[in-house]
């Protein structure tokens, strides 16, 4: 007796501390999702469309558009090479939904994204679009082919479920997202294997995509020494964090709100005594997560979204802004629709506007001149010169902006094959300008010139996406 009104106490203690923790009650779910809307900008605050370098950050278990099960979704170009060949405003990056439940639930799951494309996903969707014309899949309904959207059908929301996920060896930008104390979910995907249906666990529901909306803060780095910001929206912008890394050296600064429609300067490479500013990457870090917390997730939800872009947001050498989008924004902008609705449910992304400096800009239109009056010797070191400036996955964004501004044939050329060749790993003989990749790039990059989403912009980066395919 004593052993089952013991029982019945932790039992109930258990509940009463999982309700008070604010993730619901018995009969109700709570939803959480967290994610980023990373964009560049250039010093006079113009967004840039760009192509994120980055491949194979993700496990090769999540879904993309090229690899949609039994979709034939090869439509064009961009659908074949994948992300990595559309240019957008906007990168859509981690997006993940937790639930919350006490007893098991049955939930659809619906995002969409009308100004732009879902790319990634996982587990397993049972509707998407948008697809080709000529595309043959079980995914679509009539009618939906046009929208860019996700569909999970039949969520199965367990709490005491399989605490088994899939996995690979290597980093990710993934597996941090699952240290939180959220529900398992398990999907059944809509094709069948070996006549059975397969079933997929995971922590949360996974998604990514691009898109071409302007940003909601608009940055201007008019000088190496400050930022101005402006906030877009007709609401306010809150927890904005000011990055400013150079050689390895940081300069931080914190302003808890920008308010609607304003404006304000922050310094960056002296950190301004007006504002909060953090002695150390620790600081930051916890500042930022408690940031989080404070806008709606729970602290390890907190925890588990810095944790996941912690190299990416506090390592990566240059300048940028991250700061929390009002929720109403975010609801407006990608549409999140549960059937059954939860109780209780928190949108929190992270704005981050990468910026690019005069002197960064002023150091790689030199170093493209250069390049291009330069002996092969020359290149070599020039080449090596524009690794170091470690501008990572936004290179392309870089070059781009520098060509926009020239608008000279010549110099478009000479940035191309700098920028192919930059990016290359290093090869087992010197590259040479007779080489059959430098070829092609000098012949697409003479005769045209980028400009947004145009078929020709598709193929121009299809070629420098591509060009280590390219026997050398």
Same mark, same amino acid.
């Given at each position: 007796?004593?052993?089952?009104?013991?029982?019945?106490? !932790?039992?109930?203690?258990?509940?009463?501390?999982?309700?008070?923790?604010?993730?619901?009650?018995?009969?109700?779910?709570?939803?959480?999702?967290?994610?980023?809307?990373?964009?560049?900008?250039?010093?006079?605050?113009?967004?840039?469309?760009?192509?994120?370098?980055?491949?194979?950050?993700?496990?090769?278990?999540?879904?993309?558009?090229?690899?949609?099960?039994?979709?034939?979704?090869?439509?064009?170009?961009?659908?074949?090479?994948?992300?990595?060949?559309?240019? +957008?405003?906007?990168?859509?990056?981690?997006?993940?939904?937790?639930?919350?439940?006490?007893?098991?639930?049955?939930?659809?799951?619906?995002?969409?994204?009308? *100004?732009?494309?879902? /790319?990634?996903?996982?587990?397993?969707?049972?509707?998407?679009?948008?697809?080709?014309?000529?595309?043959?899949?079980?995914?679509?309904?009539?009618?939906?082919?046009?929208?860019?959207?996700?569909?999970?059908?039949?969520? *199965?929301?367990?709490?005491?479920?399989?605490?088994?996920?899939?996995?690979?060896?290597?980093?990710?930008?993934?597996?941090?997202?699952?240290?939180?104390? +959220?529900?398992?979910?398990?999907?059944?995907?809509? /094709?069948?294997?070996?006549?059975?249906?397969?079933?997929?666990?995971?922590?949360?529901?996974? %998604?990514?995509?691009?898109?071409?909306?302007?940003?909601?803060?608009?940055?201007?780095?008019?000088?190496?020494?400050?930022?101005?910001?402006?906030?877009?929206?007709?609401?306010?912008?809150?927890?904005?964090?000011?990055?400013?890394?150079?050689?390895?050296?940081?300069?931080?600064?914190?302003?808890?709100?920008?308010?609607?429609?304003?404006?304000?300067?922050?310094?960056?490479?002296?950190?301004?005594?007006?504002?909060?500013?953090?002695?150390?990457?620790?600081?930051?870090?916890?500042?930022?997560?408690?940031?989080?917390?404070?806008?709606?997730?729970?602290?390890?939800?907190?925890?588990?979204?810095?944790?996941?872009?912690?190299?990416?947001?506090?390592?990566?050498?240059?300048?940028?802004?991250? %700061?929390?989008?009002?929720?109403?924004?975010?609801?407006?902008?990608?549409? !999140?629709?549960?059937?059954?609705?939860?109780?209780?449910?928190?949108?929190?992304?992270?704005?981050?506007?990468?910026?690019?400096?005069?002197?960064?800009?002023?150091?790689?239109?030199?170093?493209?001149?250069?390049?291009?009056?330069?002996?092969?010797?020359?290149?070599?070191?020039?080449?090596?010169?524009?690794?170091?400036?470690? !501008?990572?996955?936004?290179?392309?964004?870089?070059?781009?902006?520098?060509?926009?501004? *020239?608008?000279?044939?010549?110099?478009?050329?000479?940035? %191309?094959?700098?920028?192919?060749?930059?990016?290359?790993?290093?090869?087992?003989?010197?590259?040479?300008?007779?080489?059959?990749?430098?070829?092609?790039?000098?012949?697409?990059?003479?005769?045209?010139?980028?400009?947004?989403?145009?078929?020709?912009?598709?193929?121009?980066?299809?070629?420098?996406?591509?060009?280590?395919?390219?026997?050398?």
């Amino acid at each position: 007796m004593k052993t089952l009104l013991l029982s019945l106490a !932790l039992a109930t203690s258990s509940v009463a501390a999982y309700a008070c923790g604010g993730y619901g009650d018995f009969d109700h779910y709570t939803a959480h999702e967290w994610g980023t809307f990373t964009s560049i900008q250039g010093t006079d605050g113009v967004p840039i469309a760009w192509q994120s370098l980055v491949v194979g950050d993700l496990p090769r278990f999540v879904y993309n558009r090229t690899r949609a099960e039994d979709a034939k979704l090869l439509g064009n170009t961009a659908e074949f090479f994948g992300k990595g060949s559309m240019a +957008a405003r906007q990168r859509i990056e981690t997006p993940v939904i937790y639930f919350y439940s006490l007893k098991p639930q049955t939930i659809d799951v619906r995002v969409d994204l009308p *100004q732009g494309k879902i /790319t990634e996903w996982y587990p397993q969707i049972s509707k998407f679009g948008p697809v080709p014309g000529e595309a043959v899949t079980p995914f679509i309904d009539p009618g939906q082919r046009d929208k860019s959207f996700i569909q999970w059908s039949k969520v *199965q929301v367990i709490p005491r479920g399989n605490e088994t996920f899939p996995s690979e060896k290597g980093g990710s930008h993934y597996y941090a997202a699952r240290e939180t104390d +959220a529900s398992p979910v398990q999907v059944t995907p809509p /094709t069948v294997k070996e006549g059975k249906p397969t079933v997929q666990n995971e922590k949360f529901l996974f %998604y990514r995509g691009v898109a071409g909306f302007p940003s909601p803060l608009m940055a201007k780095t008019v000088s190496d020494n400050s930022v101005t910001m402006q906030n877009q929206l007709n609401e306010p912008l809150k927890h904005l964090f000011v990055i400013d890394q150079r050689a390895n050296e940081y300069a931080f600064s914190y302003h808890a709100e920008l308010p609607a429609k304003q404006e304000l300067t922050a310094d960056i490479s002296i950190v301004s005594s007006r504002t909060q500013t953090f002695r150390s990457r620790d600081q930051l870090i916890q500042a930022m997560k408690d940031s989080l917390t404070k806008s709606g997730l729970f602290e390890k939800e907190s925890a588990a979204m810095v944790k996941t872009w912690e190299d990416s947001w506090f390592d990566e050498s240059g300048v940028r802004i991250l %700061y929390v989008l009002p929720e109403k924004w975010v609801d407006a902008t990608m549409p !999140l629709k549960f059937t059954p609705e939860p109780a209780k449910i928190a949108r929190v992304f992270v704005g981050r506007a990468e910026l690019f400096t005069p002197s960064l800009e002023h150091k790689l239109t030199q170093l493209v001149k250069n390049y291009g009056a330069a002996e092969f010797d020359q290149k070599k070191v020039l080449i090596q010169s524009v690794k170091d400036l470690r !501008l990572g996955r936004f290179t392309q964004a870089a070059f781009d902006r520098v060509i926009r501004l *020239q608008n000279d044939k010549a110099f478009t050329t000479a940035a %191309y094959e700098l920028q192919g060749n930059a990016l290359m790993p290093a090869p087992a003989h010197p590259p040479s300008e007779h080489t059959a990749h430098t070829k092609v790039l000098t012949a697409v990059s003479t005769s045209l010139i980028r400009s947004n989403f145009s078929p020709d912009l598709e193929l121009l980066d299809l070629v420098l996406d591509c060009g280590a395919l390219v026997p050398r």
